[in-house]
């Protein structure tokens, strides 16, 4: 999303979409407790009928995300994000349970009830994505990117992570479900965006950072200034497909940030979210499964 905000009084447009190095983006601030919001709580969310653009669901290509698992845009500094002036709050969704290092993880993981899982291991803007499966013998990498980019001020811990600081929210979340410009290819829940899909970013929108369509919106239907929102077929490029990281999510604590994922790489860092190139992309679609209970972990 698109938000403006004021920095030595300059108007910047901030969010999570495509950014070079140099461009600032807002970010959400996570809640000080950054382990896993579970399942249970997404299920719970998707069943509230929320967001007309999410009421329907199912693990299909053409399913719709829920209010609560839905997509968070963050596609790269230019756009999308949980870009919006910085505000405070309290809660956010990470993992519930112990950390393990695992033999190989590069970074702390909340494994939880998890047998996929994605890390994030950060250096400054960019970093490595690797993901893991777990079997019979174990945690084994399946595939990895050396591409990805993060922040353009990197991560940051998620639990005093301001918004409008341009980092990432270092954890682990889960991933319930995807979004896309482009048809899914994944067994997880997934909307096919159309011109009325939005990523509320509006902290005084009931929807806030979730998708919701322009039907029935509390929200202003722009991107632009403090109330702005993310239409998301605005982004093809990053955000032609998307998993949501469920970041500030059951609750969504206005001012705490909205539409982090992992996405499509755009031109430069983000402005908060996780992106790789577009074919490492595409094999996350056709790796992650809802049965597998997949997490990011980032560090």
């Given at each position: 999303m698109v938000v403006a905000a004021t920095v030595g009084g300059a108007l910047l447009l901030t969010g999570c979409s495509d950014k070079s190095d140099e461009a600032a983006d807002s970010v959400g601030v996570e809640p000080a407790d950054s382990s896993l919001a579970s399942e249970t709580e997404a299920a719970k969310a998707k069943a509230s009928p929320t967001s007309s653009a999410s009421a329907t669901r199912s693990p299909s290509a053409s399913a719709s995300p829920s209010a609560a698992g839905t997509a968070s845009s963050s596609a790269d500094q230019s756009r999308s994000g949980d870009g919006s002036s910085t505000r405070q709050g309290s809660g956010s969704t990470a993992a519930d349970a112990g950390s393990e290092s695992g033999p190989n993880f590069p970074v702390p993981v909340q494994v939880g009830n998890a047998t996929q899982v994605i890390t994030?291991?950060?250096?400054?803007?960019?970093?490595?994505?690797?993901?893991?499966?777990?079997?019979?013998?174990?945690?084994?990498?399946?595939?990895?990117?050396?591409?990805?980019?993060?922040?353009?001020?990197?991560?940051?811990?998620?639990?005093?992570?301001?918004?409008?600081?341009?980092?990432?929210?270092?954890?682990?979340?889960?991933?319930?479900?995807?979004?896309?410009?482009?048809?899914?290819?994944?067994?997880?829940p997934y909307r096919k965006v159309v011109s009325t899909d939005w990523w509320v970013q509006d902290p005084e929108s009931k929807f806030y950072n979730s998708m919701h369509s322009e039907e029935g919106a509390d929200?202003?239907?722009?991107?632009?200034?403090?109330?702005?929102?993310?239409r998301l077929i605005n982004y093809p490029t990053q955000y032609a497909k998307a998993l949501v990281v469920n970041f500030n999510r059951w609750p969504a604590v206005p001012g705490r940030g909205a539409g982090i994922f992992l996405h499509v790489n755009g031109s430069g860092a983000t402005a908060g979210c996780v992106s790789v190139p577009k074919a490492t992309m595409d094999q996350f679609m056709n790796w992650i499964s809802p049965s597998a209970h997949p997490r990011i972990a980032i560090g």
């Open positions: 994030v291991k950060a250096s400054g803007s960019y970093a490595t994505v690797t993901a893991w499966a777990k079997g019979s013998s174990g945690w084994k990498a399946q595939f990895s990117t050396t591409a990805g980019r993060v922040g353009s001020n990197g991560v940051t811990a998620g639990a005093t992570r301001q918004q409008g600081t341009y980092t990432t929210p270092s954890g682990t979340y889960t991933i319930t479900e995807g979004f896309g410009v482009e048809s899914s290819g994944t067994a997880m929200f202003p239907l722009t991107e632009a200034g403090e109330r702005g929102s993310e």
